[in-house]
């Protein structure tokens, strides 16, 4: 039960907005000194900066357990919970959102300052009406005030975030979640502010300050905002109806969701809160909805509870007694939290154990326990943490090591890197500050408390700074600010070089016909400067594209990089792509996709343009491949023709002869002749037009090859290196470990049977041209393949050579791959 020597206890029950807070700061500076414990350090924060205007600095303390602030004449105290010094009497003392006794995690400390913190002269107890019953039962003799709403609160449904009325907060339970809804509104609404427990006092204060001023519309929240944070809202959205609660998800509960509701409205000010979804576990139902705006909850009946004064005298009679179970019917014990787990962890280790055997130690161990973990790295990881603290404290002088302690500020102080590594470092940092306010932990208490109070603001301003980039565009909230919601009414203009601008900012270039935006800009408003360039961009674009279809051909240009699909560029931007034709035949154009913009009338005057471009530029560069392509194709020519012109076309200018010796050998001498006036030359093992293997058509080779996936020598060299099994160069054929560019194959072959008298022996020598790197390996291979035999020769001396009379093609295939050039000789001699 309460203690009941109390003059006065009071209970203002209600909800949110009621003033309870008000009531308490008033209540407290009426009397020569106070006290009100809260559920937050930032809530804390907030009303001792409050209650300093009143009284003044040197006369007002904050207590909580990263934060000592508690002058020599310190009369009012704003503390956390936790936090509440039991050994100092105060005139007053309030306790604020005291129905989180009911909260699993920490419930029992709520409910201990309940029943034990006392005023001299007055107390307070605030929270929501679900806590009347608690109130009556544990403190019999308070007399409750009830106090309603001083504004209404409406359901106003499901709105997108896109639709989000301005002065919304948009409240998620991850960090996570957060993140990725502040993403959205800076991409869809120019950005937001952002709010979690988390933070530090002066990152929230930051934060909440640009929503107050306007500077941002929006604001994005844990769950943190509905412990008294004041702040001008309007509308509350919830991303989500569910929570980890710290062992498991679940819903929340009315009167969680009623808690933060009431965020919205202020005084007189009515408020609405609604959804993001319509439907699924995101929605809320009706009865939620209906409990809410009328204020109806359960009652609670339960309280959590653990004893508040455990006994010292041993480890397990301390144990004992955090783990004995409450007397009193609406109390139930607390479930096992963090301190309790780690003691136990530690309690099993016997150094533990031979040094915490006196009631000095014992009690020293638990403050060590009591260490809260802000990192979040769970039991075991923050046992062995309280166990490095433990040690020094329980031996010597009892104080930790100021080097060791003095090194892990230093490895934390580091204010690069993104939102979450430096909100990953102030975690770091609020453990090493609790333990800077633990007066006898340290040499100097009141030195590294100031360092640590110096890094957490170092850490914070950068934080508040990599929130602001990464969420809040100040240039788009302008924007916004200026048109509405209405991206198209934005004055977009466009300069020569193609820069797009809205009024004096830069938003991006118009390269070609792709409006590209600055990158300056983030990825996160690409939508809506899109959505404002679009109108304007319109009439540009087909400016441009008139241009192109009247384009010289001189303003057209071939590009082919690696890995990529050959392309046509104008004005130096890409307006298409070649594509293979079908049947292997000559390429054709497709347009970029940027030119999907233009109207389909002039896109296809752009694509006409162009394809005949590609047509004029093969005749100039390729001339024999556009001339066998129309072999291919006339229907007067033979099928041998035919399927010889196409396998051509389709090899770029060269195939080996052995995949087309069929048709060879019904080709007649009209038809040779039509090959070679084509450019082409009938050589021993390949078929080949000598002019597609010189420099100046090597892009085109290039573009045509790629469209098979084929390879182009990097270099004009005679001979190139072949590794095993690797498929030769386009042009070049595979001899051993080697490769041979085709014309020059041949040249060897004439020079060979230009030597040579009958099938007599002979010496040969291989033209200077192509000696240069060909291995006398290699020589041998392609001698016999062009039907020669080598005859036995003394040591020492150089190989003869005799005419076989027949050629023997080399074991490895040619360039190209012989079913392609089946199929096509196929299609052409049927063709016609």
Avoid at 592 to 609: I, K, N, Q, V, W
Wanted: proline share 5%.
């Amino acid at each position: 039960m309460a203690r009941s020597d109390c003059p006065s206890v009071t209970a203002v029950l209600g909800p949110t907005n009621t003033g309870k807070t008000h009531l308490a700061i008033e209540r407290m500076c009426g009397h020569s000194s106070g006290m009100i414990g809260f559920p937050l350090r930032l809530l804390a924060r907030e009303v001792y900066d409050r209650v300093v205007k009143i009284k003044g600095a040197d006369r007002v303390a904050l207590v909580t357990g990263e934060e000592r602030i508690v002058p020599p004449n310190a009369r009012w105290f704003l503390c956390t919970a936790e936090s509440m010094p039991s050994d100092r009497e105060a005139a007053f003392v309030a306790l604020d959102e005291a129905q989180l006794g009911a909260d699993p995690e920490r419930g029992h400390v709520f409910t201990d300052r309940l029943l034990h913190m006392r005023g001299r002269d007055e107390t307070m107890i605030l929270g929501s009406e679900a806590l009347r019953p608690m109130v009556q039962a544990l403190v019999p003799d308070a007399e409750i005030i009830a106090r309603p709403r001083f504004s209404t609160l409406s359901y106003a449904g499901v709105k997108k975030i896109s639709r989000l009325p301005k002065r919304s907060v948009v409240v998620a339970f991850s960090a996570e979640e957060v993140y990725a809804v502040a993403e959205m509104l800076r991409r869809l609404r120019g950005g937001a502010a952002v709010v979690m427990g988390a933070l530090s006092p002066r990152t929230r204060n930051a934060q909440v300050a640009m929503f107050q001023a306007g500077e941002v519309d929006y604001l994005v929240a844990t769950d943190a905002i509905g412990m008294g944070l004041n702040m001008d809202v309007n509308h509350v959205a919830f991303a989500s109806l569910s929570k980890f609660d710290g062992r498991r998800q679940r819903r929340l509960t009315v009167a969680e969701m009623a808690q933060i509701a009431g965020r919205a409205g202020r005084h007189q000010r009515d408020g609405t809160f609604g959804a993001l979804s319509e439907d699924g576990p995101g929605a809320f139902t009706a009865d939620e909805i209906e409990a809410i705006e009328e204020h109806r909850f359960p009652p609670l009946e339960k309280l959590f509870w653990r004893e508040g004064g455990p006994s010292f005298a041993s480890v397990d009679a301390l144990i004992g007694d955090l783990e004995r179970r409450p007397d009193h019917a609406v109390l139930k014990a607390a479930p096992e939290a963090i301190d309790l787990a780690v003691l136990k962890r530690l309690a099993n280790e016997d150094w533990v154990r031979d040094r915490a055997r006196s009631p000095h130690m014992v009690a020293r161990l638990w403050s060590a326990c009591g260490v809260p973990d802000f990192r979040k790295t769970g039991a075991d990881a923050h046992a062995r943490f309280v166990a490095r603290l433990f040690d020094p404290l329980s031996t010597g002088r009892g104080h930790l090591p100021t080097d060791w302690f003095a090194a892990e500020l230093a490895r934390l102080d580091n204010v690069q890197g993104d939102v979450e590594t430096i909100a990953g470092r102030i975690a770091a940092a609020r453990s090493w500050a609790y333990i800077a306010h633990r007066a006898d932990w340290l040499a100097d208490p009141a030195h590294w408390a100031e360092r640590t109070r110096a890094l957490e603001e170092r850490l914070s301003d950068a934080l508040h700074a990599s929130l602001t980039q990464r969420f809040v565009d100040k240039r788009t909230t302008m924007l916004l600010r200026q048109i509405g919601a209405d991206a198209r009414a934005l004055p977009v203009t466009i300069a020569a070089d193609g820069e797009v601008l809205v009024e004096d900012h830069a938003i991006g270039r118009l390269e070609g016909f792709r409006f590209i935006v600055d990158a300056r800009a983030g990825h996160a408003d690409k939508k809506l400067l899109l959505a404002a360039a679009e109108r304007r961009l319109a009439s540009e674009r087909t400016r441009r594209g008139e241009a192109l279809v009247a384009a010289p051909d001189n303003a057209l240009s071939l590009v082919v990089e690696a890995g990529e699909a050959a392309a046509i560029n104008w004005q130096g931007h890409r307006v298409a792509v070649l594509r293979a034709a079908r049947h292997g035949l000559l390429p054709t154009v497709a347009l970029d996709r940027a030119l999907d913009c233009l109207p389909p009338p002039l896109r296809d005057a752009a694509r006409e343009r162009l394809q005949t471009w590609l047509e004029a530029m093969m005749v100039r560069h390729l001339p024999g491949v556009t001339a066998l392509a129309a072999i291919a194709r006339e229907p007067a020519a033979s099928g041998s023709e035919r399927a010889i012109a196409g396998a051509l076309v389709a090899g770029t200018g060269v195939i080996a002869r052995a995949e087309v010796e069929e048709a060879l050998a019904t080709l007649g001498d009209e038809g040779r002749r039509r090959l070679r006036r084509a450019g082409v030359t009938i050589g021993t093992l390949d078929l080949f037009d000598a002019r597609v293997l010189k420099p100046r058509a090597a892009p085109w080779r290039q573009a045509l090859v790629g469209l098979r996936a084929g390879v182009v020598a990097s270099s004009e060299a005679p001979v190139l290196p072949l590794a095993r099994n690797t498929t030769p160069p386009h042009g070049y054929r595979a001899i051993g470990r080697q490769a041979l560019r085709v014309d020059l194959v041949e040249r060897i072959a004439r020079a060979a049977h230009d030597t040579r008298k009958g099938r007599e022996p002979f010496d040969f020598a291989v033209p200077s041209a192509v000696a240069a790197g060909l291995t006398t390996e290699t020589l041998a291979r392609l001698m016999v393949a062009l039907g020669f035999r080598r005859l036995p020769a003394p040591a020492g001396q150089a190989a003869r050579w005799a005419w076989h009379g027949r050629r023997r093609p080399p074991r490895q295939a040619a360039a190209q791959p012989s079913n392609a050039f089946a199929d096509l000789a196929r299609f052409a001699a049927g063709n016609g």
